[in-house]
């Protein structure tokens, strides 16, 4: 397995898209029918304890192996193929132009010279791939190429997760790479199926929410704000004296006292909402832009009650909490209820599972 070797445009086999995030894992399956729809098969999820992922930095190896072991068995997947993804801040991005109609052995040499310019590593050290996007936009009679590269040791680490948990690896992709290509779905179903329209697509994790603003295939904006669920199980665990395992699992669970909504829900929806509005602040005063088109909400904290409308309230702009598998066919094994409940988490596995489609 190459890092990146998605970009590339091979084809794969069957395999399911596992997100391991420093909460949680999360598995994704699909299919295809012969006309093309996408059928979720199974999907799935598991906690891990805090401080087993740091910063994406797997810290209790086999603790998270099992982990990813258990969602695996409980998934009742018999697919053994993965495709996996490494964290944004864990790969160096860099788009260069080079001269069309070079052979991809050419490429390759002229990739590694370049990137020695952009990587502030050996290139012993790391995992490296690029792919050609296509004619240059900005120089007549080039490609723009997409180098991306990662340490080893951090793909490796991976790797060996991915084995340690008797799956076999065999595409590592860019967690922003995947969540974009999963909402690319959602946003061909709007208006003029999304053309030219600006998105700012929030991701509420649990340490860190990230806000992506898109405008068609581009990335126009990346930032991470410090905010995420883990603050609301942390107040929670507070009020009412659970440990935080046991206030993330009622939390997820919704068995929460009766005065959960009104003393501790509704003031952190609404801190949340304007921590959304002021990174749109942010990136307008960042920008020449000064209003997006649409606001989406994705990850577990997403759909909590009343978070969509407090955003369109606060900002201004239409808001809608992106659920990955919308028009999607079911398999049996799915079970609805839980579906609508927990969709917006699964953004980034989805993309993941979507990747053997993609040529």
């Known amino acids: 397995m190459s890092f990146l070797d998605v970009l590339l445009g091979r084809k794969y086999p069957p395999a399911i898209g596992l997100d391991i995030s420093s909460s949680s894992v999360k598995l994704v399956e699909l299919d295809r029918t012969p006309s093309g ?18 910063d994406g930095q797997i810290e209790k190896f086999d603790e998270v192996a099992e982990v990813v072991r258990r ?29 069309a109609g070079m052979r991809e052995e050419e490429l390759e040499l002229q990739v590694e010279s370049e990137a020695n310019q952009y990587i502030p590593f050996s290139l012993d050290e790391v995992s490296l791939d690029f792919c050609v996007l296509g004619p240059s936009p900005t120089s007549v009679g080039d490609v723009e190429v997409l180098i991306a590269a990662s340490r080893k040791d951090r793909v490796q680490d991976r790797q060996g997760l991915a084995e340690a948990s008797g799956l076999k690896p065999i595409v590592l992709d860019i967690e922003s790479h995947a969540s974009r290509l999963a909402l690319g779905r959602i946003v061909a179903t709007l208006p003029n199926e999304g053309r030219d329209a600006l998105v700012a697509l929030f991701e509420v994790g649990a340490e860190t929410t990230s806000l992506k603003v898109l405008r068609d295939d581009d990335m126009l904006y990346d930032r991470d704000q ?27 669970a919704g068995d929460l006292p009766d005065d959960y909504a009104e003393s501790i829900l509704a003031p952190f929806v609404d801190s949340l909402s304007q921590e959304i509005g002021r990174a749109l602040q942010y990136f307008f005063t960042s920008t020449p832009h000064h209003k997006v088109h649409y606001v989406m909400l994705a990850g577990g904290t997403a759909s909590l009650p009343g978070l969509k409308d407090r955003v369109t309230e606060l900002t201004g702009f239409a808001s809608m909490v992106v659920n990955p598998f919308e028009n999607m066919k079911l398999g049996p094994a799915v079970r609805e209820s839980r579906l609508r409940r927990e969709a917006p988490a699964y953004l980034t596995a989805c993309g993941l599972a979507m990747r053997r489609f993609v040529a």
């Open 37 to 54: 729809e996408y059928v979720l098969q199974r999907f799935g999820s598991e906690v891990f304890e805090n401080g087993w992922i740091t």
């Open 71 to 99: 969602v695996v068995s409980k998934s009742g997947t018999r697919t053994k193929h993965v495709v996996m993804a490494m964290p944004q801040s864990a790969v160096i991005t860099k788009k260069i132009n080079l001269p």
């Open 226 to 252: 410090a905010f995420g669920g883990t603050q609301l199980t942390q107040l929670i665990s507070r009020q009412y004296a659970f440990s935080f395992e046991e206030a993330e699992q009622k939390k997820l």
